[in-house]
């Protein structure tokens, strides 16, 4: 039996998704985004990806994320970083050529996520709130941010995650092991460019699982097959790692680094950026000497040993990371504006999510508790790291969903009190 169906994509998508790209090109232009930061050697270049990528470019391979020569490396996915290196072979390294070309690619997948975000909002909450959250995804400029200003896997993490929460959707219904290998394959595809998916991949499978045995569907071969296929997606660069460290690595290995970042005697919930090897030379001869190896583990070591000592301010500081995350975070208290706007808006997006997530719960709108997973489960790390305004936007194409349908409703209860 083949997979579900999914309605045709409204003849609009045929100028709706180029005029996203268009204007976001534009964007490029007239802000001058392909104009990168040149201090620090550009390292505001795509930061640490940029730099592995510029050592993937010049013949070295994955390799030295920081200055200096520090060998072989998985301080970050390797997606993305090779993305780069490839840009940078063809386009130079550094060059306004390979910006505006990243910057591009980077249009391309924010544009592309209007597609998996349109049929999930149908299978959810049909066809008007699918047309306008489409509509809302593909002409945000709040969206354009990520692709246009951040060389980064900003737009690429948001497109394989929502569509590994269509495909979900689907495989409730999905007789056969078509939709299982798919799903693993674009799991471990997901894992290469932004381990932090993996946070959901728990509560992801236990709910198709029940929705399946809901309707007498079996699961336990499909899961089986799909974790094979996941582990097959994952294993070359798993070797690689194995073959380039000697021991074991699972995908990246700078969780020491980013665990010291956010927690330690200065911590306030927030990113200590003056102990990231780029910024502190200490850090980078630190990191030189001991290699990215035993720096990080090092780093893990100082921030756990602070957590033991320190149990009831590390309860603090992580709740202050839980509300920063959705309120977005602070600017620094030197600030002379009395209201910032920029995290009002970001308060309210998310509040208007969390407001449209609980009625579709209540409504047990087809795929509610998905989104209520999604979102339970995506954001915990960064409870416990630092949060970023970045680290939202993976899942915002289904929190932009939630905020139409919100929004639907209001409408619907007003027409109807006009009516009566």
């Known amino acids: 039996m083949a997979r579900p169906s999914r309605p045709a994509l409204p003849k609009s998508f045929l100028w709706l998704l180029p005029l996203s790209f268009v204007l976001q090109l534009a964007s490029i232009g007239v802000l001058h985004e392909y104009r990168t930061r040149p201090g620090e050697d550009n390292f505001g270049f795509g930061w640490e990806m940029g730099r592995i990528g510029r050592s993937i470019a010049q013949g070295h391979g994955f390799s030295n994320p920081y200055e200096g020569n520090t060998g072989p490396s998985a301080w970050e996915p390797p997606l993305y ?67 246009i200003h951040w060389i980064w896997d900003t737009t690429f993490t948001p497109f394989v995650l929502a569509c590994i929460f269509l495909l979900a959707m689907e495989l409730e219904e999905w007789p056969g092991f078509g939709g299982w ?50 582990f097959l997606v994952l294993t070359p660069w798993l070797v690689r790692n194995y073959e380039a460290f000697g021991r074991f690595v699972f995908i990246r290995d700078d969780f020491g680094l980013q665990f010291r970042l956010g927690n330690g005697p200065s911590a306030d919930g927030m990113l200590m950026p003056y102990f990231q090897p780029n910024l502190n030379k200490l850090e980078l001869d630190k990191f030189q000497r001991l290699g990215e190896i035993g720096y990080a583990a090092e780093c893990k070591r100082f921030a756990f040993d602070w957590i033991q000592s320190h149990p ?57 508790w998905l989104f209520a997973g999604l979102v339970l489960t995506y954001p915990t790390v960064y409870y416990f790291v630092f949060p970023h305004a970045r680290y939202r936007h993976p899942i915002e194409p289904e929190l932009f969903i939630l905020i139409v349908f919100l929004l639907s409703q209001v409408k619907s209860r007003r027409a109807e009190d006009l009516g009566s």
Not at 141 to 147: A, E, K, L
């Open 181 to 230: 290998i798919l799903f693993g394959a674009l799991y471990g595809v997901g894992a290469l460019a932004n381990p932090t998916m993996l946070a959901f991949l728990p509560f992801c499978g236990l709910w198709i699982w029940r929705r399946r045995y809901k309707r007498g569907l079996p699961s336990l071969a499909g899961v089986v097959l799909s974790s094979i296929v996941f």
């Open 81 to 147: 970083p090779f993305l780069i290196g490839g840009v940078f072979k063809l386009f130079g390294v550094y060059t306004f050529a390979s910006a505006w070309v990243l910057l591009g690619i980077n249009s391309v997948f924010a544009s592309l996520t209007t597609i998996p975000v349109y049929w999930i909002a149908h299978r959810s909450f049909g066809e008007r709130v699918a047309l306008w959250s489409a509509w809302t995804w593909a002409l945000n400029p709040y969206v354009w941010y990520w692709s």
């Open 312 to 368: 009831g301010r590390f309860a603090v500081i992580s709740l202050k990371r839980f509300f920063y995350y959705w309120n977005g975070v602070p600017r620094p208290t030197s600030s002379v504006s009395l209201v910032d706007f920029r995290s009002s808006a970001f308060l309210a997006t998310s509040v208007l999510a969390l407001w449209g997530l609980g009625r579709a719960v209540r409504q047990k709108r087809p795929g509610a």
